[in-house]
Protein backbone atom coordinates (compact mmCIF):
# COMPACT_ATOMS: atom_id res chain seq x y z
CA UNK A 1 0.00 0.00 0.00
CA UNK A 2 2.92 2.20 0.33
CA UNK A 3 2.81 3.11 -3.62
CA UNK A 4 -0.29 4.89 -3.42
CA UNK A 5 0.67 8.49 -4.66
CA UNK A 6 0.57 11.03 -2.13
CA UNK A 7 -1.53 13.47 -4.41
CA UNK A 8 -4.25 10.91 -3.93
CA UNK A 9 -3.95 11.55 0.11
CA UNK A 10 -2.98 15.62 -0.39
CA UNK A 11 -6.02 17.36 1.43
CA UNK A 12 -7.38 20.13 -1.00
CA UNK A 13 -7.55 23.31 1.20
CA UNK A 14 -10.54 26.01 0.90
CA UNK A 15 -9.82 28.56 3.46
CA UNK A 16 -13.01 30.25 4.68
CA UNK A 17 -12.18 33.46 5.56
CA UNK A 18 -15.24 34.05 7.78
CA UNK A 19 -15.01 30.91 9.62
CA UNK A 20 -13.24 30.48 13.15
CA UNK A 21 -11.53 27.69 11.65
CA UNK A 22 -10.04 29.76 9.07
CA UNK A 23 -6.61 29.59 10.67
CA UNK A 24 -6.76 25.63 10.28
CA UNK A 25 -7.34 26.03 5.93
CA UNK A 26 -10.82 24.35 7.37
CA UNK A 27 -13.13 22.12 5.07
CA UNK A 28 -15.19 23.31 2.25
CA UNK A 29 -18.35 24.07 4.00
CA UNK A 30 -17.59 22.55 7.57
CA UNK A 31 -15.63 21.46 9.27
CA UNK A 32 -17.31 18.56 11.52
CA UNK A 33 -15.50 15.45 10.60
CA UNK A 34 -11.98 13.48 9.92
CA UNK A 35 -9.91 16.62 10.35
CA UNK A 36 -6.71 16.46 8.32
CA UNK A 37 -3.79 17.91 10.14
CA UNK A 38 -1.44 19.67 6.94
CA UNK A 39 0.64 22.19 9.08
CA UNK A 40 1.09 21.96 12.58
CA UNK A 41 3.06 24.02 15.06
CA UNK A 42 4.85 23.06 17.85
CA UNK A 43 5.83 25.90 21.04
CA UNK A 44 7.86 25.49 23.96
CA UNK A 45 6.11 26.29 27.17
CA UNK A 46 6.10 24.99 31.18
CA UNK A 47 2.90 23.53 32.96
CA UNK A 48 3.22 25.27 36.55
CA UNK A 49 3.98 22.29 38.79
CA UNK A 50 4.42 24.00 41.89
CA UNK A 51 1.28 22.95 43.05
CA UNK A 52 2.76 19.14 43.53
CA UNK A 53 6.15 20.43 44.48
CA UNK A 54 8.08 19.46 41.60
CA UNK A 55 10.08 21.29 39.05
CA UNK A 56 8.56 22.86 36.18
CA UNK A 57 9.21 20.57 33.04
CA UNK A 58 9.97 22.11 29.65
CA UNK A 59 7.17 20.94 27.24
CA UNK A 60 6.04 20.77 23.95
CA UNK A 61 2.70 21.70 22.41
CA UNK A 62 1.40 21.08 19.45
CA UNK A 63 -1.05 22.45 17.55
CA UNK A 64 -3.22 22.65 14.48
CA UNK A 65 -4.50 26.64 13.69
CA UNK A 66 -6.13 27.30 17.19
CA UNK A 67 -6.45 23.39 17.91
CA UNK A 68 -4.14 22.25 20.58
CA UNK A 69 -3.41 18.51 19.99
CA UNK A 70 -0.90 17.42 22.16
CA UNK A 71 0.15 19.37 25.48
CA UNK A 72 3.74 17.58 26.03
CA UNK A 73 4.93 15.62 22.88
CA UNK A 74 7.78 14.45 25.66
CA UNK A 75 5.72 13.12 28.27
CA UNK A 76 3.07 11.18 26.35
CA UNK A 77 2.76 7.95 26.89
CA UNK A 78 2.98 6.86 23.35
CA UNK A 79 3.59 3.14 24.19
CA UNK A 80 0.34 3.29 25.52
CA UNK A 81 -3.40 2.93 23.70
CA UNK A 82 -5.28 4.70 23.99
CA UNK A 83 -2.16 7.73 24.27
CA UNK A 84 -3.11 10.41 26.59
CA UNK A 85 -2.30 13.43 24.53
CA UNK A 86 -3.16 16.12 26.65
CA UNK A 87 -1.84 15.42 30.14
CA UNK A 88 -2.52 17.10 33.82
CA UNK A 89 -0.77 20.44 33.43
CA UNK A 90 -0.43 20.40 37.53
CA UNK A 91 2.28 17.29 37.50
CA UNK A 92 2.07 15.83 34.37
CA UNK A 93 0.99 12.03 35.55
CA UNK A 94 -0.38 10.16 33.19
CA UNK A 95 -3.78 9.32 34.23
CA UNK A 96 -4.07 12.04 36.74
CA UNK A 97 -6.07 14.21 34.62
CA UNK A 98 -9.63 12.67 32.92
CA UNK A 99 -9.74 12.55 29.41
CA UNK A 100 -7.23 13.69 26.95
CA UNK A 101 -7.28 10.34 25.09
CA UNK A 102 -7.02 9.26 21.45
CA UNK A 103 -7.00 5.94 20.00
CA UNK A 104 -3.20 6.32 17.86
CA UNK A 105 -3.04 3.78 14.49
CA UNK A 106 -1.93 4.03 11.27
CA UNK A 107 -3.75 3.55 7.99
CA UNK A 108 -0.89 2.71 4.73
CA UNK A 109 1.15 5.75 5.56
CA UNK A 110 -1.39 8.22 7.52
CA UNK A 111 -1.40 8.47 10.95
CA UNK A 112 -5.02 8.66 12.56
CA UNK A 113 -6.46 9.40 16.09
CA UNK A 114 -9.59 8.28 16.86
CA UNK A 115 -11.45 8.05 20.25
CA UNK A 116 -10.19 5.71 22.42
CA UNK A 117 -11.44 2.07 21.88
CA UNK A 118 -13.53 -0.71 24.16
CA UNK A 119 -13.16 1.57 27.26
CA UNK A 120 -14.69 -0.28 30.25
CA UNK A 121 -17.97 1.46 31.89
CA UNK A 122 -16.15 2.34 35.79
CA UNK A 123 -13.91 4.15 32.90
CA UNK A 124 -16.12 6.42 30.72
CA UNK A 125 -15.65 9.46 33.11
CA UNK A 126 -12.16 8.95 33.11
CA UNK A 127 -10.59 7.85 29.93
CA UNK A 128 -12.99 9.96 26.66
CA UNK A 129 -11.88 11.30 23.86
CA UNK A 130 -9.28 14.40 23.56
CA UNK A 131 -10.69 17.76 22.98
CA UNK A 132 -9.55 17.68 19.02
CA UNK A 133 -11.35 14.20 18.66
CA UNK A 134 -14.52 15.87 20.48
CA UNK A 135 -14.49 18.46 18.40
CA UNK A 136 -13.93 16.53 14.24
CA UNK A 137 -14.62 13.34 15.20
CA UNK A 138 -11.07 12.01 14.02
CA UNK A 139 -7.44 13.87 13.22
CA UNK A 140 -5.59 12.57 10.50
CA UNK A 141 -1.64 13.56 10.01
CA UNK A 142 0.04 13.15 6.71
CA UNK A 143 3.45 10.99 6.55
CA UNK A 144 5.32 14.08 6.72
CA UNK A 145 3.54 16.30 9.19
CA UNK A 146 3.97 12.98 11.46
CA UNK A 147 7.71 13.30 10.72
CA UNK A 148 7.85 16.87 11.76
CA UNK A 149 6.36 16.07 15.07
CA UNK A 150 8.93 13.61 15.79
CA UNK A 151 11.56 15.70 14.56
CA UNK A 152 10.76 18.26 17.95
CA UNK A 153 10.21 14.94 20.49
CA UNK A 154 12.34 12.46 19.56
CA UNK A 155 9.84 9.76 21.54
CA UNK A 156 6.93 10.28 19.52
CA UNK A 157 6.85 7.02 17.56
CA UNK A 158 8.19 6.89 13.80
CA UNK A 159 4.67 5.80 12.11
CA UNK A 160 5.94 2.33 11.28
CA UNK A 161 6.07 1.27 15.16
CA UNK A 162 2.40 2.36 15.01
CA UNK A 163 -0.10 -0.17 15.05
CA UNK A 164 -1.99 -0.86 12.23
CA UNK A 165 -6.34 1.19 11.99
CA UNK A 166 -8.55 -1.95 13.07
CA UNK A 167 -12.35 -2.00 12.13
CA UNK A 168 -13.09 0.17 15.36
CA UNK A 169 -10.56 3.20 14.21
CA UNK A 170 -11.68 3.74 10.74
CA UNK A 171 -15.64 3.40 11.78
CA UNK A 172 -14.99 5.63 14.59
CA UNK A 173 -13.53 7.86 12.00
CA UNK A 174 -16.24 7.84 9.59
CA UNK A 175 -19.39 7.86 12.09
CA UNK A 176 -17.79 10.02 15.16
CA UNK A 177 -18.54 14.11 14.44
CA UNK A 178 -20.17 16.55 16.66
CA UNK A 179 -24.36 16.69 15.96
CA UNK A 180 -24.43 13.29 15.33
CA UNK A 181 -25.07 10.46 17.92
CA UNK A 182 -22.52 8.50 19.59
CA UNK A 183 -22.16 4.72 19.41
CA UNK A 184 -23.42 2.31 16.52
CA UNK A 185 -27.35 1.61 17.77
CA UNK A 186 -27.82 5.10 18.91
CA UNK A 187 -26.95 6.18 15.28
CA UNK A 188 -28.60 3.28 13.36
CA UNK A 189 -31.85 4.53 15.54
CA UNK A 190 -31.36 7.92 14.56
CA UNK A 191 -30.90 6.94 10.92
CA UNK A 192 -34.63 5.06 10.74
CA UNK A 193 -35.92 7.88 12.65
CA UNK A 194 -34.70 11.03 11.38
CA UNK A 195 -33.61 10.28 7.88
CA UNK A 196 -35.64 12.22 5.26
CA UNK A 197 -33.43 11.74 2.33
CA UNK A 198 -30.19 11.78 0.28
CA UNK A 199 -28.34 13.11 -2.50
CA UNK A 200 -29.33 10.57 -5.42
CA UNK A 201 -30.12 7.41 -3.30
CA UNK A 202 -33.59 6.87 -1.48
CA UNK A 203 -33.64 6.74 1.79
CA UNK A 204 -33.57 2.39 2.25
CA UNK A 205 -30.67 2.31 0.27
CA UNK A 206 -28.69 4.87 1.93
CA UNK A 207 -29.73 3.16 5.44
CA UNK A 208 -28.91 -0.34 3.99
CA UNK A 209 -25.48 0.80 2.68
CA UNK A 210 -24.41 2.29 6.27
CA UNK A 211 -25.58 -0.28 7.75
CA UNK A 212 -23.55 -2.75 5.24
CA UNK A 213 -20.73 -0.63 6.17
CA UNK A 214 -21.22 -0.81 10.00
CA UNK A 215 -21.44 -4.11 9.58
CA UNK A 216 -18.48 -4.57 7.90
CA UNK A 217 -16.19 -2.86 10.08
CA UNK A 218 -17.96 -4.20 12.91
CA UNK A 219 -16.40 -7.74 11.81
CA UNK A 220 -12.95 -6.59 11.98
CA UNK A 221 -13.16 -4.58 14.77
CA UNK A 222 -9.73 -5.67 16.11
CA UNK A 223 -8.43 -6.95 12.32
CA UNK A 224 -6.04 -4.70 10.51
CA UNK A 225 -8.33 -2.98 7.50
CA UNK A 226 -7.10 -3.21 4.24
CA UNK A 227 -7.84 0.41 2.45
CA UNK A 228 -6.81 3.75 1.91
CA UNK A 229 -8.05 7.36 2.52
CA UNK A 230 -8.44 9.15 -0.82
CA UNK A 231 -9.74 12.83 -1.99
CA UNK A 232 -12.93 13.30 -3.82
CA UNK A 233 -11.09 15.38 -6.64
CA UNK A 234 -8.18 12.79 -7.15
CA UNK A 235 -10.53 9.36 -6.87
CA UNK A 236 -13.04 11.14 -8.85
CA UNK A 237 -15.72 10.22 -6.03
CA UNK A 238 -19.09 12.19 -5.58
CA UNK A 239 -20.75 12.37 -1.44
CA UNK A 240 -23.63 10.87 -1.28
CA UNK A 241 -24.72 13.40 1.39
CA UNK A 242 -27.68 12.45 3.63
CA UNK A 243 -29.94 15.06 4.93
CA UNK A 244 -32.16 14.53 8.57
CA UNK A 245 -34.96 15.99 10.09
CA UNK A 246 -33.67 18.97 12.24
CA UNK A 247 -30.48 21.58 11.16
CA UNK A 248 -28.77 21.22 8.29
CA UNK A 249 -25.88 20.97 10.70
CA UNK A 250 -26.92 17.28 11.37
CA UNK A 251 -26.57 16.57 7.69
CA UNK A 252 -23.94 13.69 6.97
CA UNK A 253 -22.21 13.47 3.76
CA UNK A 254 -21.80 9.51 5.13
CA UNK A 255 -21.23 7.78 2.19
CA UNK A 256 -19.85 8.28 -1.60
CA UNK A 257 -20.04 6.98 -5.26
CA UNK A 258 -16.80 5.53 -6.58
CA UNK A 259 -17.03 3.98 -10.19
CA UNK A 260 -19.56 1.10 -9.35
CA UNK A 261 -19.01 1.12 -5.58
CA UNK A 262 -20.63 2.56 -2.98
CA UNK A 263 -18.21 3.34 0.28
CA UNK A 264 -17.53 5.63 3.37
CA UNK A 265 -17.22 9.07 2.96
CA UNK A 266 -14.91 10.24 6.22
CA UNK A 267 -15.50 14.08 5.54
CA UNK A 268 -17.15 16.16 2.21
CA UNK A 269 -13.14 15.60 0.59
CA UNK A 270 -12.04 12.13 1.70
CA UNK A 271 -13.19 8.78 1.50
CA UNK A 272 -12.47 5.39 2.74
CA UNK A 273 -11.81 2.98 -0.02
CA UNK A 274 -11.09 -0.71 1.24
CA UNK A 275 -8.84 -2.92 -0.82
ZN1 LIG B 1 -2.05 15.88 38.08
Known amino acids: MSNIPLSLIIERVSICPDSPFAALGCFRGTVRQ ?3 CRQPSTERWSPDFSASGEKNPEWTRANCGEVELCNSLEWAE ?3 NPVQVQLCDACGTVGCASGG ?3 VSTLSNLVLWTAPQTVAE ?3 DRIFPANPIERFGAVVFLPDVWMQLR ?6 PDAHQISPSNGCAIRDAWISG ?3 PKGEDRLRDWLHRRLLAADSLDCVEAITWVEHWLSWFDSKTSIAIEGYIATTEDSGALIEKLYFDGP ?3 DWPALARLDDRIVPALSPTHVFVPL
Open 248 to 250: GSE
Open 122 to 124: SDF
Open 34 to 36: MFL
Open 151 to 156: SVAANV
Open 101 to 103: YAH
Open 178 to 180: PHR
Open 78 to 80: WSA
